[in-house]
């Protein structure tokens, strides 16, 4: 059980069936337990619960008050990452389908399974893309001793793998609310007109945060593709990180976002 639990924190999605009480699954228990065959849940169980369920701020709320009353209960800030990480969009279970390529497009890739200002409007692509930070800032928050190569705790590939693909996701959304058209939902060099250079640093910083995290089998990939798009970005002819993005973009420009 404890495998698929962890599963879940992965995924982020109504997929697994957290074990209520020891003897049933939550989703055989109507209103999340049956009298006589589930037992109460757990104040940990019911954040599950509303994160399978779709209630991302129930279960933000939730979690980010049981990780303030007992903030060295590292294994929740994994749940809590997927929890702002759907809230923001990200098809996770498109993720974990995707083969991910060094030689294709990041962009493209990720194309796939996160919203874009044309999808949600403007403004409200940017909460997505803050929710998509705070996702990765949670992950941060668990001591780098429990998550290396070295650790035995029982979240550290897990969550390694969630950090990863949260930390490129985030830098592909960054990139898009300036790069992409909220009316044809492309990448359109136009856009960049309102990104500035400190924006442009922050871009290539987010891609490069996504290669200081622990190599794993299960992030390589997506780790190597972040790198091969670095890469491209850097060999553009500028003088400046906005130079460099703009010719990026330029060259990416008939590539679909939505």
Known sequence: MKQRWLTIALLGLPLTLLACGG??????????KTSGICSQQTPDEQAQAKLNNGDYDGAISQLN??????????????????AYAARAGLNI?????SQFSAGGSLLDVFAAFIPT?????????????ADMQSAVASLKRIPAALVATTS??????SATLQQTIYTAAYSVMFLNQFAVSPDTGKLDPAQLATMTESDANAILTNFA???????????????????????????????????????????QKTTPAS
């Not at 035995?152 to 590939?157: P, R």
């Open 152 to 157: 035995a705790s029982d979240y550290a590939s």
């Open 209 to 251: 945060d996504t290669g200081q995290i622990p190599a794993l089998g299960s992030n390589t990939a997506v780790q190597a593709q972040v790198a091969a798009t670095l890469t491209k970005i850097n060999a553009e002819p500028g003088a400046t990180s906005k130079e460099k993005i703009a010719a990026f973009v330029a060259a």
């Open 117 to 129: 200002p044309k999808t949600v409007g403007a403004a409200a692509y940017k909460i997505h893309v």
């Open 65 to 82: 008050d049981l990780i303030a009353a007992e903030p060295e209960t590292y294994s929740r800030l994994p749940i809590l990452a997927a």
């Open 23 to 32: 003897t049933k699954n939550v989703a055989s228990c109507p209103g999340g």
């Open 93 to 97: 279970l498109t993720v974990a389908k």
